[in-house]
């Protein structure tokens, strides 16, 4: 094959991977034979079977394209902010949004396929550290509350997991993308210390007075 004629099939993969990441969010995968995924996107089945030679590793194909789209527009989101605090509040909200599209069926069945929860698993370890090095950053520049990165970052890992799990859903009732919103309101409004006129600096360790001592 010339090197036009790879181009050409790469392109064709990754439009085929979009349209079948879309149908798949808003329908799930369990239900649908290769002959109905390529009727669905009005291609060929060896156009399906570009992806990889089975269904199954063709949804794990999808999936994990899926979660590495969200990653890229997600940091994309994150690069737009110049402020450390605003970056993690950029973060976990762009998380709850490229979770959002994924339907009810999409999420059962992301669960019930074990390959596939597993690239959800371990997008949810990346997302869980890269949180916890957004705290860091924010406690250096003085942004957030001088408070254990690490214990803020084992403590989101443990929810995202839940999340993931699906524990957070049928305790709450809460869909995935939901769940996000709230974790982003407890982990930004836990961390950002509102600034009065007079106090003093985030980082700076306090006096007596500062932590409410008496009056002289």
Known sequence: MTTTGRLRADERRTEVLEELVDLFLAEGFA???????????????????LLAPSKEQIVVSAVRHYFR???DRVEARVAE???AAQRL????????DELRPASAAFREDLAAYAPAAAV?????TFAARRVQQLVADGVAA?????VDASFVGAAVRQVMT???????AAETGLADAAAY??????VTHGLVEERSAGAPPIGRARNASDEGGHDG
């Open 142 to 146: 003085g942004a957030l509350r001088p």
């Open 181 to 186: 919103d709230r974790l982003a309101d407890l």
């Open 120 to 124: 959800y698993r371990d997008n949810t």
């Open 162 to 168: 839940a999340i993931q799990s699906g524990e957070i």
């Open 31 to 49: 239900h649908a034979s290769v002959a109905d995924l390529a009727a669905r996107l009005r291609c060929s089945k060896s156009t399906l079977y």
């Open 69 to 71: 789209r969200a990653a």
């Open 89 to 96: 509040t950029a973060y976990l909200g762009a998380v709850s």
């Open 81 to 83: 902010c110049a402020d």
